[in-house]
C-alpha cells in the first residue's frame, strides 16, 4: 500500500468537492428527484440538500457502527466519503455488519464497503484506506474532511481520533455498543462550550471490553450507527445543537434512552486550551 499516494487521493477529493461550491447548482434533474423527500423538509431544501452534496465525510471502522453509518451517509446525499479500515471481512462479521455480504468474506472491509456504497449511491466519491491511520497522517486525513465518525471499538484509538480532531477543529460523532446497549455523542471543537471524549474518559489507560469478549445483539449496532448518521447529517446541516455536550446512551433491553448532560472539564488535556476556530 502506498500510504502517500492513498492520502493524496484523498486531498485531490476534498479540494474537487470544495471546488463545487462555485458552480449555481449540484444537482441534475435525476438527483432532484433522488432527494426529493430531503429537499421537502424545510431544515434540509435544495441549499441543505447542496450542502451535503459539497461535504465530505471521514469514516474510520467499517464494522457494525460504520456499517450502517455509510450505508445511510451515502443514500442521503453525502458528496464525499472516506473510510478508514485495516480488517479483513469474517464469517462472524456477517450477524451485525450489514455493509458485508457473505461473498465478501476474506476481502478487506474498506473495500467491501466501497462496493456495497456503489450499489446504494453510484455518485457518492468513495475514498479507502485499507491500512491504520495513526500520527499525522491521521491528523492530514481529518484535516481534509468536514466531518469525522468515530466507529472504532477501542479506546486508543477513541483518543486518537478526539486528539486530532480538537487539532484540526473538525466535528467528531462518536459512538459505541456492546452486549444490549450503545451510546453516542458529538463533540465539536468549533464550539468553544463542547467537551471532547476526553471529558468523557478522563483516563487514558482504562481498558474497553470487546464484543468478541462481551458479545453483541446484532441490531443494537444498527441504532446506534443510524443515529450516529444521523447527528453528522444535523452538524453538517446546522440543524440545531444536536448532542453537543449531552451522551445519548440506550439499554436495549429496557427499550429506554437517556440523555446525560456532558461538562466540558476545564483542565481535559485535549481542550482546556483548545484552538479557537473559526
Same mark, same amino acid.
Not at 456499517?67 to 455509510?70: G, K, T
Not at 472491509?109 to 466501497?114: E, G, N
Not at 482546556?272 to 476556530?277: A, E, G, N, V
Given at each position: 500500500? *502506498? @500510504?502517500?499516494?492513498?492520502?493524496?487521493?484523498?486531498?485531490?477529493?476534498?479540494?474537487?468537492?470544495?471546488?463545487?461550491? $462555485?458552480?449555481?447548482?449540484?444537482?441534475?434533474?435525476?438527483?432532484?428527484?433522488?432527494?426529493?423527500?430531503? &429537499?421537502?423538509l424545510? %431544515?434540509?431544501?435544495?441549499?441543505?440538500?447542496?450542502?451535503?452534496?459539497?461535504?465530505?465525510? /471521514? &469514516?474510520?471502522?467499517?464494522?457494525?457502527?460504520g456499517?450502517?453509518?455509510?450505508l445511510?451517509?451515502?443514500?442521503?446525499?453525502?458528496?464525499?466519503?472516506?473510510?478508514?479500515?485495516?480488517?479483513?471481512?469474517?464469517?462472524?462479521?456477517? %450477524?451485525?455488519?450489514?455493509?458485508h455480504?457473505?461473498?465478501?468474506i476474506?476481502?478487506?472491509?474498506?473495500?467491501?464497503?466501497? @462496493?456495497?456504497?456503489?450499489?446504494?449511491?453510484?455518485?457518492?466519491?468513495?475514498?479507502?484506506? *485499507? $491500512?491504520?491511520?495513526?500520527?499525522?497522517?491521521?491528523?492530514?486525513?481529518?484535516?481534509?474532511?468536514?466531518?469525522?465518525?468515530?466507529?472504532?471499538?477501542?479506546?486508543?484509538?477513541?483518543?486518537? &481520533?478526539?486528539?486530532?480532531?480538537?487539532?484540526?477543529?473538525?466535528?467528531?460523532?462518536?459512538?459505541? @455498543?456492546?452486549?444490549?446497549?450503545?451510546?453516542?455523542?458529538?463533540?465539536?471543537?468549533?464550539?468553544?462550550?463542547?467537551?471532547? $471524549?476526553?471529558?468523557? $474518559?478522563?483516563?487514558?489507560?482504562?481498558?474497553?471490553?470487546?464484543? @468478541?469478549?462481551?458479545?453483541?445483539?446484532?441490531?443494537?449496532?444498527?441504532?446506534?450507527?443510524?443515529?450516529?448518521?444521523?447527528?453528522?447529517?444535523?452538524?453538517?446541516? %446546522?440543524?440545531g445543537?444536536? /448532542?453537543?455536550?449531552?451522551?445519548?446512551?440506550? *439499554?436495549? &433491553?429496557?427499550?429506554?434512552? !437517556?440523555?446525560?448532560?456532558?461538562?466540558?472539564? %476545564?483542565?481535559?488535556?485535549?481542550?482546556?486550551?483548545?484552538? !479557537?476556530?473559526?
Open positions: 500500500i *502506498d @500510504a502517500e499516494n492513498t492520502l493524496s487521493n484523498v486531498r485531490a477529493n476534498a479540494l474537487i468537492f470544495k471546488s463545487l461550491t $462555485y458552480k449555481t447548482s449540484l444537482m441534475d434533474s435525476s438527483e432532484h428527484n433522488r432527494y426529493s423527500r430531503q &429537499i421537502k424545510p %431544515q434540509v431544501g435544495e441549499r441543505g440538500q447542496e450542502r451535503l452534496l459539497r461535504s465530505h465525510a /471521514l &469514516i474510520i471502522g467499517m464494522g457494525g457502527l456499517s450502517p453509518v455509510a445511510y451517509l451515502a443514500s442521503a446525499g453525502i458528496g464525499s466519503m472516506t473510510i478508514s479500515d485495516f480488517d479483513r471481512v469474517d464469517d462472524s462479521n456477517l %450477524q451485525r455488519q450489514i455493509i455480504t457473505e461473498a465478501a476474506g476481502e478487506l472491509k474498506a473495500t467491501s464497503a466501497r @462496493a456495497s456504497i456503489a450499489q446504494i449511491n453510484p455518485r457518492c466519491n468513495v475514498s479507502v484506506i *485499507d $491500512y491504520e491511520l495513526d500520527g499525522k497522517e491521521l491528523i492530514e486525513c481529518i484535516q481534509s474532511v468536514d466531518i469525522v465518525l468515530d466507529c472504532t471499538d477501542n479506546f486508543p484509538s477513541r483518543f486518537q &481520533i478526539n486528539d486530532a480532531c480538537f487539532a484540526t477543529g473538525t466535528p467528531l460523532v462518536s459512538g459505541a @455498543a456492546i452486549r444490549w446497549e450503545g451510546q453516542i455523542a458529538t463533540f465539536n471543537p468549533r464550539d468553544s462550550e463542547s467537551p471532547c $471524549y476526553r471529558c468523557l $474518559y478522563p483516563d487514558t489507560g482504562v481498558e474497553s471490553a470487546t464484543c @468478541a469478549m462481551e458479545g453483541v445483539i446484532a441490531p443494537i449496532v444498527g441504532v446506534i450507527g443510524t443515529l450516529q448518521a444521523l447527528e453528522a447529517l444535523n452538524v453538517i446541516l %446546522q440543524t445543537e444536536g /448532542l453537543s455536550g449531552r451522551v445519548l446512551a440506550f *439499554d436495549g &433491553i429496557a427499550m429506554e434512552w !437517556q440523555s446525560i448532560v456532558l461538562k466540558r472539564n %476545564q483542565d481535559c488535556p485535549t481542550c482546556s486550551s483548545r484552538t !479557537q476556530f473559526i
